[in-house]
């Protein structure tokens, strides 16, 4: 395949996708090859959905990418993949993202492609319209990775926790704000709105925003390390100490938000901050070891 209809996929951004693999990790079945294999699945699933969605969304945005001084650079903004291949992938990885769940057993197969299908369309959606409205972009970005645990709950069988909806949610919406301040910025910078909808967020809402946001997520996280159900559940009552690595990932976005305004885009911060990258696998493996070996 082309290398730019590759960078089209936007494979880098797969790793959002691993939000499918959260109710194996918190339903206690990480050491369950089938529910990993049904989650794997799933996600696989998502990535090629995903990418669809990017080939529409860059497709729709042609033009302002092309004013835009990092997004000019993308394959059919710049002209190196043309508007109709681009159709011709975002359709093939459409179709490919609603077959694959049927590698799973049924019934849970048709209910996986029903949230895949689901995802498609919110986004479609958000794409051809929904994305020109502040604050409903990104709720509904948000909600694309709720659906993507609803996806390996269902492609598993877990019950999905409400504590772990709202912990999602909550989270992606603090990124997204994060990205918008982003947004902001460049546009004080240059004159010029990123998007359509950047005038209808200013910094003074973006700072808010995110420090109402960031608190909730936090309350909420605590709430469920120190819930009743919880600690019956997983068995053990110290997962309140995983707290400390939320705490220092919040603060280490705010700052990279706030100081070193970089957030325009959560995935490269993932990839390459290493602050973050240790507050990430030092929560996973404290998490590890209380629930499977303490």
Not at 100 to 108: E, G, K, N, R
Not at 195 to 203: D, E, K, S
Not at 231 to 258: K, M, S, W
Request: aromatic share 10%; net charge positive.
């Amino acid at each position: 395949m082309n290398s730019e209809l590759i960078r089209l996929m936007r494979p880098s951004h797969w790793v959002k996708n691993l939000f499918v693999f959260l109710p194996v990790f918190f339903g206690h079945q990480m050491t369950n090859p089938d529910a990993l294999l049904a989650a794997a699945i799933a996600c696989a699933a998502f990535c090629l959905a995903a990418s669809a969605v990017y080939c529409l969304n860059d497709i729709i945005d042609v033009e302002a990418d092309r004013r835009h001084p990092v997004k000019r650079k993308r394959p059919i903004a710049s002209g190196s993949v043309s508007v109709v291949s681009a159709y011709i992938v975002m359709t093939a990885l459409a179709m490919a993202s609603i077959a694959i769940p049927l590698l799973l057993d049924a019934p849970v197969c048709y209910t996986t492609m029903a949230v895949i299908a689901a995802y498609l369309v919110m986004d479609m959606a958000y794409c051809l319209r929904l994305k020109q409205y502040a604050i409903i972009d990104i709720c509904l970005l948000s909600l694309g990775f709720v659906l993507r645990i609803l996806a390996g709950g269902t492609a598993t069988g877990i019950v999905i926790s409400h504590w772990l909806v709202m912990m999602t949610f909550l989270l992606t919406l603090f990124l997204g704000i994060a990205k918008r301040r982003d947004d902001v910025l460049r546009m004080n910078a240059t004159g010029i709105p990123t998007r359509q909808n950047t005038t209808r967020y200013n910094l003074t809402f973006v700072n808010n925003a995110l420090n109402i946001t960031g608190a909730v997520m936090l309350v909420c996280y605590i709430m469920y390390t120190v819930s009743a159900e919880v600690i019956e559940n997983f068995g053990n009552p110290y997962l309140y100490l995983t707290t400390i690595f939320v705490i220092l990932g919040l603060l280490r976005y705010i700052q990279l938000a706030v100081v070193d305004e970089r957030t325009g885009d959560p995935t490269k911060v993932l990839l390459h901050d290493r602050f973050t990258q240790f507050v990430i696998v030092g929560w996973g493996l404290t998490f590890l070891l209380l629930i499977y070996v303490l």
